[in-house]
């Protein structure tokens, strides 16, 4: 089927089925172009739990998939390719990590939102790499925290904040792989760009950033800011939506260690297309199903969160 014909046929399923679609800031342009939001993981689910849809196609991987689901229970939750998952959420599996706070008792338990639902149900609170800072800083200070599971945003947080967070050794297959040497030459051809980073890259490569951020965070600064050239630390998905609301700027994607490759994709998030997304709305598969009980232990992390950062005024 045409591109044309497919997001024709994508805008009338979405009607005749009381559908939305919820595109990650790292999709495919033509996936976020047809979406009703973009966002980061948790936002879309926020706001897929406050849609009267009836079905929400959550174009991202599996876990964001989950966590729709979880925010959203008495709703059908469908991803566009099942077998999108996530590198840093599948470093982190359930048995080890309980295995890994059982041996570090009386510690609480903070995990990032990139995890399994799993692996949240083993959580105490639950953290974006948006309020992570606060959230940890809303401890007393001497509380023992196991962090888990990006090691590179746990780092970044103890750095900022002074703490000494137990970390889980966990990554980003992605953000792991942005060359301090490359930004540097980059630097050299554009002095005056300013070096946006997400947290979830390694210290060497956040040491040389003039912004650290989730995407939404990198995004709204580069909008915001006087500057008109940015080097972006994190998937080249982010920087449609950056040309988009900031078209007269310049956006330089940091290139990754390996020489041959231009860009910084995931793979996982560049699995789902427009085919797919028709074929889940038509289909009405993959979809995403929780067992409820463990939906119930899971959402608790996640309230927490929304608890905290209400207080926080975040």
């Not at 005749?16 to 979406?35: C, G, P, T």
């Not at 590198?87 to 990139?114: M, W």
């Not at 959580?123 to 992570?132: F, G, I, L, Q, Y």
């Not at 590179?152 to 750095?159: A, K």
Request: charge should be negative.
């Amino acid at each position: 089927m045409e591109k044309m014909d497919l997001i024709n046929e994508i805008n009338r399923l979405k009607i005749e089925k009381n559908a939305v679609i919820m595109a990650h800031y790292y999709q495919r342009k033509e996936i976020q172009d047809i979406a009703d939001c973009i966002g980061d993981s948790l936002a879309l689910a926020q706001w897929a739990a406050k849609t009267d849809a009836d079905i929400i196609v959550l174009c991202g991987v599996h876990f964001m998939g989950e966590t729709a689901k979880i925010l959203s229970p008495n709703k059908k939750v469908l991803v566009p390719d099942v077998a999108a998952g996530c590198s840093l959420a599948d470093s982190c599996k359930a048995a080890e990590f309980a295995e890994f706070i059982r041996k570090n008792p009386g510690h609480k338990v903070i995990s990032y939102v990139n995890t399994t639902a799993e692996v949240k149900a083993l959580t105490d609170v639950v953290v974006t790499s948006t309020n992570a800072r606060q959230i940890v800083e809303s401890f007393p200070e001497d509380e023992k925290i196991i962090f888990g599971p990006d090691r590179n945003l746990g780092n970044y947080i103890n750095s900022v904040t002074g703490r000494n967070m137990l970390l889980w050794n966990g990554a980003c297959h992605v953000h792991e792989q942005f060359s301090v040497r490359k930004i540097e030459k980059l630097k050299e051809v554009y002095p005056d760009a300013k070096v946006l980073v997400h947290p979830e890259c390694k210290g060497s490569v956040v040491s040389l950033a003039d912004k650290v951020g989730s995407t939404a965070a990198l995004l709204k600064f580069a909008v915001n800011s006087d500057s008109n050239v940015f080097i972006v630390a994190t998937e080249s998905g982010i920087l449609h939506e950056m040309q988009k609301q900031a078209p007269e700027k310049t956006f330089i994607p940091a290139p990754p260690e390996d020489s041959s490759c231009a860009l910084n994709d995931c793979n996982y998030m560049k699995m789902n297309t427009l085919e797919k997304v028709y074929n889940a709305l038509k289909n009405e598969t993959p979809e995403i199903i929780i067992d409820k009980e463990l939906s119930e232990k899971a959402v608790k992390p996640i309230a927490r969160m929304l608890e905290i950062s209400e207080k926080l005024g975040l």
